[in-house]
Each structure stands twice: as structure tokens, then as C-alpha cells.
């Protein structure tokens, strides 16, 4: 599974971003797909993620600020960031669950001034 993610840039705050992220390759079998960021010196965590079926899963952070979708016929997923603060600033990473593997996109840059 390749993952080609886009959408990164800076902000102020208050302000909006969209990322994307499509996958390509062995597609068939993907469960989960979503988001993961990581700020400096901080571990990778949770952002977003949503399941083939459309279940979502939030970090409590982003609850009512973020929104994750996906187009299963594009193999591709969202992430609309609305109300963006300076602690969302990180590396932001795609990731898909496939039969019990994690597959891992280049990250994109979320940058939040204040």
C-alpha cells in the first residue's frame, strides 16, 4: 500500500486546512484509514480515523473541529481541520490498517501560528 498525502501548509489561528491522503497499490482488505500527527519531542498520536464500514474514532483534542471522511471508491480519506490552534502544529501522517498491518505516508507539515 502506497500513501500519498497533501494538503499540509501554515495557518493562523482560528483558521482552516484540509488534508488528503490517497492509497494506492494493494488496496483491497483496507479497514481503517486516517490521521496521526506528531509535534517535536512528542510521540505519534491519534488524530482521526474512520473505518470501511464509516465508523469514526477522535481524538478528544479535535472533537467538533475536525471532521474525517472517505471515499472508498477513491481509496481516499479527508481531514477537514477547522479552528486550528498552535498545539495542532505537527507532522501530520496517514495511516492505513490492512489485515492486521499499519501502513505509514510521508507526513505533511501542519503549521499554527498564534
Known amino acids: 500500500v502506497q500513501l500519498q498525502a497533501s494538503g499540509g501548509g501554515l495557518v493562523q489561528a482560528g483558521g482552516s486546512l484540509r488534508l488528503s491522503c490517497a492509497a494506492s497499490?494493494?488496496?483491497?482488505?483496507?479497514?481503517?484509514i486516517g490521521w496521526y500527527r506528531q509535534a517535536p519531542g512528542k510521540q505519534r498520536d491519534l488524530v482521526a480515523t474512520?473505518?470501511?464500514?464509516?465508523?469514526?474514532n477522535y481524538a478528544d483534542s479535535v472533537k467538533g473541529r475536525f471532521t474525517i471522511s472517505r471515499d472508498n471508491g477513491k481509496n481516499t480519506v479527508y481531514l477537514q481541520m477547522n479552528s486550528l490552534k498552535p498545539e495542532d502544529t505537527a507532522v501530520y501522517y496517514c495511516?492505513?490498517?490492512?489485515?492486521?498491518?499499519?501502513?505509514w505516508g510521508q507526513g505533511t507539515q501542519v503549521t499554527v501560528s498564534s
Open positions: 495511516n492505513v490498517a490492512r489485515y492486521g498491518r499499519h501502513y
Open positions: 497499490g494493494s488496496t483491497f482488505g483496507i479497514n481503517a
Open positions: 474512520v473505518t470501511s464500514g464509516g465508523s469514526t
